[in-house]
Protein backbone atom coordinates (compact mmCIF):
# COMPACT_ATOMS: atom_id res chain seq x y z
CA UNK A 1 0.00 0.00 0.00
CA UNK A 2 1.10 3.71 -0.72
CA UNK A 3 2.33 5.04 2.45
CA UNK A 4 0.88 9.16 3.09
CA UNK A 5 3.30 11.32 4.23
CA UNK A 6 2.59 13.97 6.71
CA UNK A 7 3.13 17.37 6.41
CA UNK A 8 4.07 19.86 8.99
CA UNK A 9 0.62 21.76 8.73
CA UNK A 10 -0.71 18.16 9.84
CA UNK A 11 1.15 18.33 13.04
CA UNK A 12 -0.71 20.15 15.64
CA UNK A 13 1.32 22.92 17.10
CA UNK A 14 3.46 22.73 20.56
CA UNK A 15 4.17 26.43 20.43
CA UNK A 16 1.87 28.66 23.28
CA UNK A 17 -0.42 30.56 22.52
CA UNK A 18 -0.23 34.28 21.22
CA UNK A 19 -1.05 35.59 24.01
CA UNK A 20 0.24 38.32 26.58
CA UNK A 21 0.33 36.53 29.68
CA UNK A 22 1.73 33.02 27.72
CA UNK A 23 4.48 35.54 25.42
CA UNK A 24 5.36 37.22 28.74
CA UNK A 25 4.98 40.52 26.65
CA UNK A 26 2.90 42.04 29.53
CA UNK A 27 4.18 45.36 31.02
CA UNK A 28 7.03 45.05 34.17
CA UNK A 29 8.79 46.58 36.57
CA UNK A 30 12.38 45.41 38.18
CA UNK A 31 13.37 46.35 41.04
CA UNK A 32 16.96 48.40 40.86
CA UNK A 33 17.86 49.89 43.91
CA UNK A 34 20.85 52.55 44.16
CA UNK A 35 23.54 52.08 46.90
CA UNK A 36 22.46 55.16 48.49
CA UNK A 37 19.27 53.27 48.96
CA UNK A 38 20.37 49.76 49.79
CA UNK A 39 22.93 51.66 52.50
CA UNK A 40 20.37 53.85 53.66
CA UNK A 41 17.91 50.59 54.42
CA UNK A 42 21.27 49.21 56.40
CA UNK A 43 21.78 52.27 58.32
CA UNK A 44 18.20 52.19 59.45
CA UNK A 45 17.60 48.66 60.16
CA UNK A 46 20.88 49.15 62.62
CA UNK A 47 19.59 51.99 63.91
CA UNK A 48 16.49 50.20 64.80
CA UNK A 49 17.44 47.51 66.31
CA UNK A 50 20.61 48.91 68.28
CA UNK A 51 17.60 51.15 70.23
CA UNK A 52 15.08 48.13 70.41
CA UNK A 53 18.08 46.42 72.42
CA UNK A 54 18.60 49.32 74.77
CA UNK A 55 14.99 49.71 75.73
CA UNK A 56 14.83 46.23 76.11
CA UNK A 57 17.66 45.85 77.94
CA UNK A 58 17.12 48.62 80.45
CA UNK A 59 13.35 47.13 80.60
CA UNK A 60 14.89 43.67 81.55
CA UNK A 61 16.77 45.37 84.26
CA UNK A 62 14.31 47.64 86.17
CA UNK A 63 12.29 44.26 87.00
CA UNK A 64 13.61 42.58 90.26
CA UNK A 65 14.70 38.71 90.28
CA UNK A 66 16.16 36.47 93.30
CA UNK A 67 17.20 33.26 92.88
CA UNK A 68 17.46 30.68 96.26
CA UNK A 69 19.15 27.39 94.97
CA UNK A 70 18.32 24.89 97.99
CA UNK A 71 20.27 21.66 96.67
CA UNK A 72 22.95 21.72 99.32
CA UNK A 73 20.30 23.11 102.03
CA UNK A 74 18.63 20.41 101.16
CA UNK A 75 21.25 17.34 100.99
CA UNK A 76 19.68 15.34 104.47
CA UNK A 77 16.01 15.27 102.47
CA UNK A 78 17.79 14.31 99.12
CA UNK A 79 19.78 11.62 100.47
CA UNK A 80 16.72 10.04 102.41
CA UNK A 81 14.58 10.26 99.05
CA UNK A 82 17.83 8.37 96.99
CA UNK A 83 16.62 5.63 98.78
CA UNK A 84 13.64 3.83 97.12
CA UNK A 85 12.52 2.09 100.36
CA UNK A 86 12.00 5.70 101.60
CA UNK A 87 9.95 7.57 98.98
CA UNK A 88 6.67 7.41 100.92
CA UNK A 89 8.56 9.04 104.22
CA UNK A 90 7.91 12.86 104.22
CA UNK A 91 10.89 15.31 104.76
CA UNK A 92 10.54 19.04 104.79
CA UNK A 93 13.53 21.60 105.16
CA UNK A 94 13.55 25.34 105.47
CA UNK A 95 14.86 27.60 103.07
CA UNK A 96 15.84 30.79 104.55
CA UNK A 97 16.46 33.85 102.47
CA UNK A 98 16.86 37.87 102.84
CA UNK A 99 14.97 40.74 100.29
CA UNK A 100 17.28 43.67 100.53
CA UNK A 101 14.44 45.84 98.98
CA UNK A 102 11.26 45.89 97.96
CA UNK A 103 9.83 43.52 94.56
CA UNK A 104 6.59 45.98 93.42
CA UNK A 105 3.69 44.73 91.41
CA UNK A 106 3.02 40.98 90.55
CA UNK A 107 5.74 38.59 92.30
CA UNK A 108 5.48 35.27 90.52
CA UNK A 109 7.14 31.89 91.81
CA UNK A 110 9.18 29.58 89.43
CA UNK A 111 10.72 26.46 90.45
CA UNK A 112 13.86 26.25 88.52
CA UNK A 113 16.06 22.99 87.72
CA UNK A 114 19.51 22.34 86.58
CA UNK A 115 20.91 19.48 84.56
CA UNK A 116 17.17 18.10 84.05
CA UNK A 117 16.90 17.23 80.18
CA UNK A 118 13.32 17.21 78.81
CA UNK A 119 14.40 17.15 75.43
CA UNK A 120 15.11 13.36 75.08
CA UNK A 121 13.74 11.92 72.39
CA UNK A 122 12.36 8.98 73.83
CA UNK A 123 11.01 10.99 77.56
CA UNK A 124 8.74 13.21 74.91
CA UNK A 125 7.56 10.65 73.47
CA UNK A 126 6.11 9.06 76.80
CA UNK A 127 2.95 10.35 76.73
CA UNK A 128 -0.68 9.76 75.78
CA UNK A 129 -2.22 12.90 74.05
CA UNK A 130 -5.40 11.15 74.15
CA UNK A 131 -5.81 10.20 77.58
CA UNK A 132 -4.85 13.61 78.52
CA UNK A 133 -7.48 14.70 76.41
CA UNK A 134 -10.21 12.34 78.51
CA UNK A 135 -11.16 10.56 74.84
CA UNK A 136 -9.45 7.64 75.94
CA UNK A 137 -8.15 7.15 79.37
CA UNK A 138 -6.90 3.34 78.60
CA UNK A 139 -4.89 4.09 75.83
CA UNK A 140 -1.64 3.94 76.80
CA UNK A 141 0.58 2.27 74.08
CA UNK A 142 3.08 4.96 74.03
CA UNK A 143 3.71 6.01 77.36
CA UNK A 144 6.13 2.55 78.01
CA UNK A 145 7.83 2.28 80.72
CA UNK A 146 5.09 3.36 82.56
CA UNK A 147 1.98 2.37 81.05
CA UNK A 148 0.52 -0.38 83.31
CA UNK A 149 1.01 -1.40 86.87
CA UNK A 150 2.23 -4.63 88.04
CA UNK A 151 -1.29 -6.08 87.65
CA UNK A 152 -1.93 -4.84 84.55
CA UNK A 153 -3.96 -1.59 85.31
CA UNK A 154 -3.79 1.00 82.80
CA UNK A 155 -1.91 4.01 84.51
CA UNK A 156 -3.35 7.29 84.37
CA UNK A 157 -1.70 9.69 83.35
CA UNK A 158 0.68 7.31 81.73
CA UNK A 159 4.06 7.84 80.57
CA UNK A 160 7.67 8.98 81.61
CA UNK A 161 6.66 13.52 81.81
CA UNK A 162 3.91 12.26 83.81
CA UNK A 163 5.73 10.14 86.05
CA UNK A 164 8.70 12.49 86.52
CA UNK A 165 6.48 15.72 87.85
CA UNK A 166 7.99 18.24 90.00
CA UNK A 167 6.93 17.77 93.13
CA UNK A 168 4.82 15.03 92.51
CA UNK A 169 1.57 15.18 93.28
CA UNK A 170 -0.69 11.90 92.01
CA UNK A 171 -0.58 8.30 90.47
CA UNK A 172 1.61 6.68 88.23
CA UNK A 173 4.39 4.65 90.66
CA UNK A 174 6.09 8.34 91.62
CA UNK A 175 2.72 10.07 92.53
CA UNK A 176 1.36 9.41 96.29
CA UNK A 177 -2.23 10.59 95.47
CA UNK A 178 -4.52 9.18 92.96
CA UNK A 179 -5.47 11.37 89.69
CA UNK A 180 -9.04 12.62 90.76
CA UNK A 181 -7.51 14.30 93.80
CA UNK A 182 -5.51 16.53 91.94
CA UNK A 183 -7.29 19.16 91.32
CA UNK A 184 -8.26 20.89 95.37
CA UNK A 185 -11.43 23.42 94.13
CA UNK A 186 -12.98 20.44 91.85
CA UNK A 187 -12.77 17.02 93.42
CA UNK A 188 -14.93 15.71 90.57
CA UNK A 189 -12.41 16.78 88.03
CA UNK A 190 -10.43 14.01 86.10
CA UNK A 191 -7.58 15.96 87.59
CA UNK A 192 -5.53 16.57 84.41
CA UNK A 193 -6.67 19.86 84.39
CA UNK A 194 -4.31 20.73 87.19
CA UNK A 195 -2.23 23.75 86.70
CA UNK A 196 1.17 22.29 87.77
CA UNK A 197 0.09 19.58 85.99
CA UNK A 198 -0.26 21.67 82.19
CA UNK A 199 2.69 23.11 83.64
CA UNK A 200 5.62 20.30 83.49
CA UNK A 201 3.94 18.51 80.64
CA UNK A 202 4.98 21.24 78.19
CA UNK A 203 8.44 20.00 77.81
CA UNK A 204 11.71 22.89 78.34
CA UNK A 205 13.95 22.57 74.97
CA UNK A 206 17.05 23.23 77.46
CA UNK A 207 18.43 21.04 80.40
CA UNK A 208 18.31 24.18 82.84
CA UNK A 209 15.04 25.95 83.00
CA UNK A 210 12.22 27.14 85.16
CA UNK A 211 8.70 26.82 85.44
CA UNK A 212 6.10 28.96 86.61
CA UNK A 213 4.63 27.47 89.87
CA UNK A 214 2.71 30.13 91.93
CA UNK A 215 2.20 34.44 92.15
CA UNK A 216 1.69 36.11 95.20
CA UNK A 217 -1.38 36.81 96.56
CA UNK A 218 -1.63 40.85 96.75
CA UNK A 219 -3.31 41.22 99.99
CA UNK A 220 -2.97 42.55 103.53
CA UNK A 221 0.32 43.42 103.81
CA UNK A 222 1.51 42.62 100.45
CA UNK A 223 -0.69 44.93 98.39
CA UNK A 224 2.45 46.76 97.15
CA UNK A 225 4.42 43.94 96.89
CA UNK A 226 6.67 41.57 98.62
CA UNK A 227 8.16 43.95 101.46
CA UNK A 228 12.42 44.04 102.17
CA UNK A 229 12.91 41.44 105.00
CA UNK A 230 13.59 38.01 106.03
CA UNK A 231 11.70 35.20 104.92
CA UNK A 232 12.09 31.20 104.30
CA UNK A 233 10.23 28.74 102.32
CA UNK A 234 9.13 25.44 103.85
CA UNK A 235 10.01 22.64 100.78
CA UNK A 236 8.17 19.21 101.14
CA UNK A 237 11.14 17.44 99.43
CA UNK A 238 9.55 14.86 96.50
CA UNK A 239 11.84 15.41 93.36
CA UNK A 240 15.29 14.25 94.34
CA UNK A 241 18.15 15.39 91.52
CA UNK A 242 21.60 13.95 93.20
CA UNK A 243 21.40 11.11 91.07
CA UNK A 244 21.95 12.75 87.98
CA UNK A 245 24.24 15.64 89.47
CA UNK A 246 21.05 18.07 89.10
CA UNK A 247 20.25 20.91 90.80
CA UNK A 248 17.22 23.11 92.46
CA UNK A 249 16.01 26.54 93.11
CA UNK A 250 13.52 29.05 93.94
CA UNK A 251 13.04 31.70 91.65
CA UNK A 252 10.87 35.16 92.66
CA UNK A 253 10.35 37.75 89.85
CA UNK A 254 8.44 40.58 88.76
CA UNK A 255 7.73 41.29 85.05
CA UNK A 256 7.78 44.37 82.84
CA UNK A 257 6.09 44.73 79.70
CA UNK A 258 8.85 42.73 77.45
CA UNK A 259 9.00 39.91 79.95
CA UNK A 260 11.41 39.05 83.11
CA UNK A 261 14.67 39.74 84.20
CA UNK A 262 16.45 37.89 80.79
CA UNK A 263 18.57 39.71 79.12
CA UNK A 264 18.87 37.73 75.93
CA UNK A 265 16.48 39.14 73.81
CA UNK A 266 17.95 43.02 74.49
CA UNK A 267 21.31 41.38 73.46
CA UNK A 268 20.43 39.88 70.72
CA UNK A 269 18.75 42.66 68.83
CA UNK A 270 22.07 44.78 70.21
CA UNK A 271 24.03 42.51 68.56
CA UNK A 272 22.31 42.01 65.48
CA UNK A 273 21.96 45.90 65.17
CA UNK A 274 25.55 46.45 65.93
CA UNK A 275 26.59 43.39 63.05
CA UNK A 276 24.20 45.63 60.79
CA UNK A 277 25.97 48.52 60.96
CA UNK A 278 29.45 46.98 60.30
CA UNK A 279 28.20 45.33 57.31
CA UNK A 280 26.80 49.00 55.95
CA UNK A 281 30.00 50.83 56.79
CA UNK A 282 31.95 47.63 54.78
CA UNK A 283 29.88 47.75 51.52
CA UNK A 284 30.03 52.05 52.37
CA UNK A 285 33.54 51.57 52.15
CA UNK A 286 34.01 49.43 49.21
CA UNK A 287 31.19 51.44 47.05
CA UNK A 288 33.40 54.72 47.63
CA UNK A 289 36.45 53.08 46.98
CA UNK A 290 35.21 51.42 43.22
CA UNK A 291 33.38 54.66 43.03
CA UNK A 292 36.55 57.06 41.81
CA UNK A 293 37.34 54.05 39.38
CA UNK A 294 36.71 54.58 35.71
CA UNK A 295 37.13 52.32 33.05
CA UNK A 296 37.97 53.18 29.73
CA UNK A 297 37.73 51.64 26.25
CA UNK A 298 41.39 51.09 25.90
CA UNK A 299 41.42 49.29 29.67
CA UNK A 300 42.98 45.76 28.94
CA UNK A 301 40.95 43.27 31.15
CA UNK A 302 42.60 40.13 31.74
CA UNK A 303 40.17 37.24 32.25
Excluded at 65 to 72: C, G, L, P, Q, S
Excluded at 259 to 288: D, E, I, K, P, R
Aim: one cysteine or more; proline letters at 6%; hydrophobic letters at 35%.
Amino acid sequence: MPQMKRTPQDCPSRLPENTAVKQQQLPACRLQLSATGILSGFFATGVFCLGMGVILILSAKSSMEIEINYTKICASCAKLRENARNFDKECTCSIPFHLTQTMRGNVYMYYKLYGFYQNLHGYLLSRSNSQLLGTDVKDVETCAPFSKSHDGTPIAPCGAIANSLFNGTTKPPSWPKPVYELDENDPGNNGFLNDDFIVWMRTAAFPTFKKLYRRLSRTQHFIEGLPAGNYSFNVSYNFPVTRFQGEKSVVLSTLTWSGGHSLFLGLAYTVTGAMTWLAAFSMMAVHLKLKGKRFSPDDKVKL
